[in-house]
């Protein structure tokens, strides 16, 4: 894990150097980050992370990129590292108290994260040291708060929006009602944990995903595993 994280460290340092050309960084970036984040607790898969790695490299030509639902930094670092190569932010937003599925008694509970004396869920420290490590403090911008109570009097056009928080209908709803305004023309909206088939997993971010795509204004992209991936159209399609 040393050496991971020694070649990790490095790869952030030369993200800054022009002597090493932009494309021998990416590549090597997308060597590298997948060992880097093995160990941070989550659930999104290496393809998925490098897919995000690809998108973010992007829509930083457009504008900074938001994630909702950080859990421990997993996604942030193939996010946060995409924005340093292109001297962007990331904004991060998680209330780090565990979704509904996080929560004690429930499928997806982690008793490493479990702060006894409080009785509640505390994944902000995990995430603290994720970005400490990856050397992301100059990068990423983390909101505690709910993504709803963030977005109230947000007024910064976004070049991409990572829905990715709680599970349930209502939550990822409130996440998609609250944020996809603020994405520019040919800024990225994108799910993880869309799945086809039922059988695999719960429904409501698929059903999201759907009703954005039944709004018009977002063209559908090829997915990557779980990752539903939509680009804002550059101009509003009306339809007949
Ligand atoms: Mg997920």
């Known amino acids: 894990m040393k050496t991971v994280l020694w070649d990790y460290l490095r790869l952030i340092e030369n993200l800054y150097q022009r002597s090493v050309s932009y494309w021998c960084r990416e590549m090597e970036a997308k ?3 997948p060992a880097f984040v093995s160990e941070i607790k989550g659930f999104l898969a290496q393809d998925e992370g490098l ?17 909702i639902g950080s859990f421990c930094g997993k996604s942030t670092v193939y996010l946060g590292t995409a924005c340093k190569l292109k001297r962007r932010t990331l904004f991060t937003i998680d209330h780090h ?9 429930q499928l997806y509970f982690d ?8 009785g509640l869920i505390d994944s902000f420290p995990y995430f603290r040291n994720t970005i400490e490590r990856a050397g992301l403090g100059d990068v990423v911008v983390p909101i505690v708060t709910k993504s709803s109570v963030a977005a109230r009097d947000w007024m910064t056009p976004l070049g991409l929006i990572f829905i990715d928080g709680g599970h349930s209908y209502e939550t990822v709803l409130t996440d ?13 909206l994108i799910f993880h944990d869309i799945y086809l088939n039922p059988a695999m997993g719960g ?4 059903e999201v995903y759907k009703l954005a795509l039944s709004s018009g204004i977002f063209e559908e992209l090829p997915m990557t595993n779980t990752l539903g991936v939509l680009r804002r159209y550059k101009t509003v399609m009306v339809k007949e």
């Open 31 to 33: 060597d590298i980050i």
């Open 111 to 118: 008793p490493d994260l479990f702060d006894s004396e409080t």
């Open 97 to 105: 108290r565990g979704s509904e599925e996080q929560q004690p008694g």
């Open 203 to 206: 429904q409501a971010p698929y």
């Open 51 to 67: 897919r995000l790695f690809e998108l973010a490299l992007e829509a930083c030509s457009l504008g900074p990129c938001l994630e």
């Open 176 to 188: 998609y009602q609250c944020w996809h305004p603020h994405l520019l023309p040919d800024g990225f």
